[in-house]
């Protein structure tokens, strides 16, 4: 109305357009918003429901961990390669088809592949050692057929899955398209809540079958690793945000609080490594004050 004042009757003007244009719009922003709200809601549901799921395989980690006594394993020198024939992702192993092939010809069958490593046909997937006299050629290839490759990676029995979804979902929050970091520390929180489990227990190497002196070993990924696994795109992507990088640094506080043994010199390594890689990219003193702040607590 304000645009109408002092118009003559017969002259033309152009208020209906600029409210019809701005009532437009404010309609798109409004949109836009609640998109992002939307948005944002779903991801939040997904992070917990990739967290829910993570941590029940984790759990069942842990267990099978803490049930295995600490085993220091020396390399052989009769030991015989077992080679993959299959190119694809490690997803399970049948235990009890290797019991019977290799239990009266075999001391110890360790496998070296972790699961959900890609393979190929030229991946070294276990080694064993065999008893004094046997030979075990002509099983060879049965002994591969026990070890299960498939084309995608599953859930329940590879953690790191979990760990992946979640890392791309804070890896998505954080790029231009989105802008969302706060979902990216929501979902920082929670993968360092679930590192937190891992970092209880120092073990690395599982018996999975003991039986007439033959013995089937798993090694697992130790802490250190899955650190490195976990969090290297985000500090390569976010070095420059500094809400991010405090979130990483508080989130490798809980896992230090909650670490045992060598676990904890990890985590304060990495720690040292992060904030160190972030540093150059913060000039602002407020900035660097807010790290600081959180990294400190590793230097004591």
């Known amino acids: 109305m304000l645009l109408l004042q002092g118009v003559g009757q017969d002259e033309k003007v152009i208020a209906g357009f600029i409210g019809v244009a701005y009532a437009i719009v404010s309609i798109v922003y409004f949109t836009i918003f609640v998109q992002n709200v939307i948005s944002s809601m779903q991801s939040i549901n997904l992070i917990r429901k990739i967290y829910e799921e993570t941590k029940d395989v984790i759990k069942k980690e842990i267990t099978g961990r803490k049930n295995t006594p600490a085993i220091k394993y020396t390399k052989q020198e009769k030991e015989i390669k077992v080679i993959s024939n299959k190119n694809g992702y490690f997803s399970a192993i049948d235990y009890k088809y290797l019991k019977k092939l290799l239990r009266r010809k ?156 060598k676990n904890r010199e990890f985590v304060i390594e990495y720690a040292k490594e992060i904030y160190t890689k972030s540093l150059p990219s913060h000039n602002n003193k407020m900035d660097v004050a807010y790290l600081e702040d959180i990294y400190k607590k590793f230097c004591k």
């Open 106 to 261: 075999a001391d110890l069958f360790i496998i070296d592949s972790k699961i959900g490593d890609y393979l190929n046909k030229k991946t070294q997937i276990a080694h064993i050692i065999v008893k004094e006299g046997h030979d075990i050629t002509d099983i060879m290839n049965d002994i591969k057929e026990a070890f299960i490759v498939m084309d995608n990676k599953l859930y329940f029995n590879d953690y790191r899955h979990g760990l992946t979804k979640l890392v791309e979902i804070a890896l998505r929050a954080i790029s231009p398209a989105v802008n969302d970091p706060n979902t990216s520390i929501h979902a920082i929180r929670k993968i360092s809540v679930l590192l937190s489990y891992l970092a209880r227990s120092e073990h690395i190497h599982t018996v999975k079958v003991s039986e007439d002196n033959f013995e089937i070993l798993y090694i697992e990924n130790n802490l250190s690793e899955d650190l490195y696994f976990t969090f290297h795109q985000i500090v390569h992507y976010a070095k420059e945000d500094v809400s991010v990088m405090r979130a990483l640094l508080e989130g490798l506080w809980l896992i230090e609080q909650n670490a045992v043994g």
